[in-house]
């Protein structure tokens, strides 16, 4: 089966044919991956990255299979275009009802990428809708990511990031520097006015900011200060601009808050959620915008949004979704995702002493370990094999986000992995 994968499949940012050989996953339950040939001893692999933030429930879930099961017996799938459904309709009302207000209309699409593409078309939209077709650009920070699709790519870190072939080609953007990094770190006021000056030097022609709040994920796994938040949402009201937060990995409660705008206490003008939106079962994702945004599109010459994927709204998707979203709710996950920053700081912190290691973060359920170098990634990756882990390691990083249902013992294996990966890498 390896040979056939390397000869023909395609893997995230691989070479064609393939160049390593991937470990074959025969089936997932709970935090466990059952591997088709044991590795090392492991016949099964702890997942310390929630397959990329999503698995937040671990997979093979009971309560996510009967929704999926239920769903199947009445309807995969059915167009979008004039019909509707119950878990569509379901989903976007508990959308909008668990995200910040004024939030309020949903557009459901099939993935993270998209849904950042509809997000930056919706703001387009109403500017040129609402009589100011010259705002069409976008201003971000620099080290974030926002996907791998045309418009999302044009906001990645524009240096050393992972889309730096595009460069040129890619629409032109305005980049702020990247925001100080540490969560807990003061208040910087030069960088607050570094914000400001920019948002109200460009303002005629932005559409919006975009930025992912509080962690920067695929850039680069950097905290910052809410703070930069709250002065992006003021000069974006005083300018003039929307502002969109990509809460595609921090949303549904990853960064401890249920999205990461709440650290910060704003609201957007337009959300993207995605990743754990489905619990990691299927591919969903979805961008919601405000009243003065939908209205603004609906006054225009062309009145509609102009976007319609073929699986908007896949009703296996949407069901699985508002199962996710209610067992999260149903539990006291805010204790769980704390447990696991107590596990995280208390398992890393040891792999301060280790040489190469340049810094160890903690936030919520994301652990990362920054290394001086770049990683050896099929060291560590290797490394971390050895002690029955699943880890992904890239650039200078090594890091983690179990799922929230990963029990301690577990959570220790994971952090004992990342310290001998980052021994290694
Ligand atoms: N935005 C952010 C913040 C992300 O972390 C990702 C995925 N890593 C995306 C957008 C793109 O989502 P997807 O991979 O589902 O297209």
Redesign the pocket.
Known sequence: MVALDRAHVWHPYGPMPGRTDPLVVESASGVRLRLAEPVHGHAELVDGMSS??SAVHGYNHPVLNDAARGQLERMSHVMFGGLTHEPAVRLATRLVEITPEPLRHVFLCD??????EVAVKMCLQYWRSTGRPDKRRLLTWRG??????WQ?MSVCDPEGGMHDLWAGVLPRQVFADAPPAGHDLPYDPAYGDHLRELVARHADELAAVIV?PV?????GMRFHSPAYLRVLREACDEHDVLLVL?????GFGRTGRLFAAEHAGISPDVM?L??ALTGGYL?M?AALCTERVADGISRGEVPVLAHGPTFMGNPLAAAVACASIDLLLSQDWQQEVKRLETGLREGLGEAAGIDGVRDVRVLGGIGVVQLDHPVDMAAATEAAVREGVWLRPFRDLIYTMPPYVTGDADLALITRAVRAAAAAG
Not at 111 to 116: A, L
Not at 215 to 219: E, F, P, R, S
Not at 246 to 250: K, L
């Open positions: 990329w933030w993935s993270g990428s998209v849904s950042v974030g990511y926002h996907g791998d699709t999302p992912e962690v920067q994920g695929a850039g990509d809460e595609i990995a921090t993207c995605g990743k591919t994702a």
